[in-house]
């Protein structure tokens, strides 16, 4: 894996106080009592924070925002309308409603809801009942809902999410992590944005009972607009949040807090953290040459990189000094090289945080060298190549 620095990258963060060294700086720019804690910005996706991101733990109710994906997409998709009605069953009624003593809508038994109010009963007052009509109602059991729920999981890039269930009720075998948590949420927000609003309700009547939706952030006048929040014994308190600030949106997934009002605040500092503290920036222009990684074999020694559009990043506002960026690729690249061949990626961290990784390719063709300069190369790597 070879490591190279572009001069015109180096001459532009140069230019704005920047440090770019060869390993990211070990450094967090914040500090939170979560567990594990996950930030990106909503626009690119770019990784703004991260704590022990990749650690499974049980989702307890912010599995239902796996729950929606899989309602919104059938929705989306023309299988189902808002205006269908499911019949509640006294499964659903027993396991997820008033006698089971957990988050419901008080759904009557055998009565028949419309969808688009069994959304309203999860999105806002994480209704167990709802989760369990609308599994029942779409897959004819919960249990082949959780197995839709994990399927669709796969197709939307989450690895390691889990779902045993469509509530979060305990279960053995259901996990989720907090950066696939935010990665749903966002995935959620671009793909059904006018689905996506009934996150932002802030509150709920059903069966002439009024509940306030359960996202403590929505009253805090932060710009936040979801999601979800749920507690289980082995995770702890823990929040799927969003918040539009002026424009720039940004989204957090937390585990492993120790009360409501832990949850709340941290997940306030965090999201208002991530909404003022950083300023895009764009460093190289669509088409502009990003750096040059080693050609083996050919009739020149490098090969000049760039993206297929503009690169942006995410500048802290302060701490600027803690951003380090390299460019990686398998190297030397072996001749001949084709233009627009993938080559590497422009990697950039935010104290030790991956924070994006842009791919690069080939600006240029480059051809088979002559014999004597193929053996000249050979000679090289056999002396430097075991250093890499």
Request: net charge neutral; proline share 4%.
């Amino acid at each position: 894996m070879k490591f190279r620095i572009s001069a015109p990258l180096v001459g532009f963060l140069g230019s704005i106080l920047l440090l770019f060294s060869l390993a990211p700086v070990s450094a967090q720019l914040f500090e939170t009592k979560a567990a594990q804690a996950f930030m990106i910005d909503a626009e690119t996706g770019t990784v703004l924070f991260a704590k022990d991101a990749d650690k499974p733990f049980p989702p307890a109710s912010m599995a239902k925002l796996m729950t929606m994906e899989v309602v919104f997409n059938a929705i989306k998709s023309k299988r189902m309308t808002l205006d269908d009605t499911f019949v509640v069953s006294e499964n659903a009624w027993r396991k997820g409603g008033a006698p089971s003593g957990t988050s419901t809508m008080f759904a009557k038994l055998k009565s028949s809801i419309r969808v688009e109010d069994l959304i309203r009963g999860v999105t806002i007052q994480a209704a167990n009942d709802g989760c369990m009509i609308l599994a029942e109602g779409m897959a004819g059991s919960e249990q082949n809902f959780a197995a839709q729920m994990t399927e669709r999981a796969r197709q939307i890039g989450l690895r390691k999410s889990t779902f045993v269930n469509s509530t979060g009720l305990p279960a053995d075998g259901q996990q989720t992590t907090v950066r696939e948590l935010a990665q749903l949420a966002l995935h959620i927000q671009r793909e059904y944005p006018d689905l996506y609003a009934y996150f932002g309700e802030k509150d709920f009547t059903w069966n002439k009972i009024s509940q306030r939706n359960r996202n403590p952030l929505l009253a805090m006048d932060i710009g936040a607009d979801g999601l979800a929040v749920g507690t289980s014994e082995a995770g702890g308190f823990g929040i799927v949040a969003s918040v539009n600030h002026n424009g720039a949106r940004v989204i957090a997934a937390m585990s492993g807090l120790a009360s409501d009002r832990e949850r709340a605040e941290e997940a306030r500092k965090l999201l208002d953290w991530g909404a003022r503290s950083f300023e895009k920036t764009q460093i190289f222009a669509k088409d502009e040459v990003v750096g040059e990684a080693q050609v083996f074999g050919g009739v020149k020694s490098g090969v000049a990189l760039k993206a297929k559009g503009p690169v942006n990043i995410f500048l802290p506002i302060t701490n600027r000094d803690k951003l380090t960026a390299r460019i990686v690729y398998d190297g030397p690249v072996t001749a001949p090289v084709e233009e627009g061949q993938a080559v590497g990626a422009l990697r950039v961290w935010i104290g030790d945080t991956l924070s994006q990784e842009t791919p690069l390719f080939a600006a240029e063709s480059v051809g088979t060298g002559t014999l004597p300069q193929r053996a000249l190369d050979a000679v090289k790597e056999l002396a430097v190549g075991w250093l890499r």
